[in-house]
């Protein structure tokens, strides 16, 4: 006998895809440990504007176009095979447009932010490096040995000691498009692929009961497994649930982590709360002559920025923070989501204008809000994420 499904047994896989609204090959296909996932797939509501001799609506032909929506909430999860793209790779490379993997390396000495490796070590400005527990991001490549990074390792680096392998992920001009599978049980529930999703807006939450992740944007097209037929998609069947053995779900506590803002980045241990959006300014060809499917995404100009609060305090590098407001100084912010090897992932700001604080009263404590403040860069730079 039919019985209700519970919305907890469901399951959740992204991909990128080979082409645009082309789905993912299943295979390649990551699971994540998604929160919610709230999608919209409705055809243009259309006005008749004939005379049809009543007042009763007449109804419209079928055949219009679809415009399809989404929002996906997922948590922050581990990175424990380090062979393979994290499980947020695909969604993370949607929304920026490029990705770069560095497979770790020895450290010989280390100096504030300079380290120096003990082979090539082949970064580029903006991976990540991690170490002991830290996150940390490159800023400038001195020679083929020698980088320096946006702030010194908290408890160093010294010879001998072992960089981890980190996934980074950098904007590019031209955007990909990603797959997202939903998955239910029992097994012959309806189960949703979400095609040529194109990421418009990330957010990432600090400081909350769990480190979170949010995407949201359009999409090319919403294929169930009750109503599907041979070709969507480019795909002769819907697809099986890939097997999910082997899935990391250690997902990481709000308020483990780090933050260093500043003109020369302190390390702040009174950060409140931090959020930081990311938009694409997407706009799908959806309009054109003989489709009723979007047939392409067209990113347009980014938009990164911050909200974070601080505790208001008496010391200089709290103090500095208001003083570069008031004189329209960047800063560089960077936020570490989690504090263990494997449990890493953080963004990286490089120059940010941050906006006159509001003193929040409201509390025991009084709380300068930082909000609405703008990363800005000189070329596709402006924002860096990576794991480790």
């Known amino acids: 006998m039919a019985s209700y499904i519970s919305s907890n047994n469901n399951r959740f896989y992204v991909g990128l895809e080979p082409a645009y609204g082309v789905a993912a090959p299943v295979a390649q296909a990551v699971r994540i440990p998604a929160v919610s996932l709230k ?11 004939d005379k049809t001799g009543t007042r009763t609506f007449a109804g419209i032909p079928a055949g219009g176009r679809f415009k399809t929506t989404f929002e996906l909430g997922t948590y922050m999860t581990g990175w424990s095979d380090t062979a393979r793209p994290p499980a947020h790779g695909p969604l993370f490379e949607a929304a920026l447009g490029s990705a770069m993997q560095f497979a770790g390396a020895q450290v010989s000495s280390s100096s504030g932010t300079q380290v120096t490796f003990a082979a090539p070590h082949g970064l580029t400005a903006g991976q990540g490096v991690a170490a002991n527990g830290e996150m940390r991001f490159v800023t400038g490549v001195v020679n083929s040995t020698k980088v320096l990074v946006n702030a010194p390792f908290a408890w160093g680096t010294g010879a001998g000691q072992t960089v981890r392998p980190t996934y980074s992920f950098v ?30 807006k990330v957010q990432l939450d600090v400081n909350g009961d769990f480190h979170e992740f949010k995407f949201s944007g359009a999409a090319a097209d919403m294929i169930d ?19 999910s053995v082997g899935f990391d779900y250690s997902i990481i506590p709000g308020h483990l982590g780090q933050a260093w803002i500043g003109g020369i980045p302190d390390q702040f241990f009174t950060l409140a709360s931090a ?43 709290t103090k500095a923070l208001y003083q570069a407001a008031r004189q329209e100084s960047p800063l560089s912010v960077m936020f570490q989501l989690g504090q263990q090897n ?30 609405n403040c703008r990363a800005q860069g000189s070329g596709d730079d402006e924002v860096a994420i990576a794991f480790g």
């Open 225 to 243: 497994s009750t109503s599907f037929s041979a070709g969507q998609a480019g795909l002769d069947q819907f697809p099986v649930e890939p097997s």
């Open 275 to 317: 959020r930081v959006t990311i938009d694409n300014n997407v706009d799908l060809r959806a309009r054109e002559y003989g489709s009723t499917l979007p047939r392409v995404l067209v990113p347009g100009e980014r938009d990164v920025r911050v909200d974070f609060s601080v505790y208001a305090q008496t010391d200089a590098q």
């Open 171 to 200: 904007p590019a001009a031209e955007l990909k498009s990603a797959s997202i599978l939903d998955y239910w049980s029992p097994a012959d529930a309806v189960h949703r692929l979400i095609t040529g999703a194109a990421i418009n």
């Open 39 to 49: 999608t919209k797939h409705q055809r243009d509501r259309l006005s008749r504007r």
């Open 342 to 371: 494997g449990q890493l992932c953080a963004v990286y700001l490089k120059s940010v204008l941050a906006e006159v604080p509001e003193f929040n009263d409201s509390e025991n404590r009084l709380i300068w809000q930082f909000r």
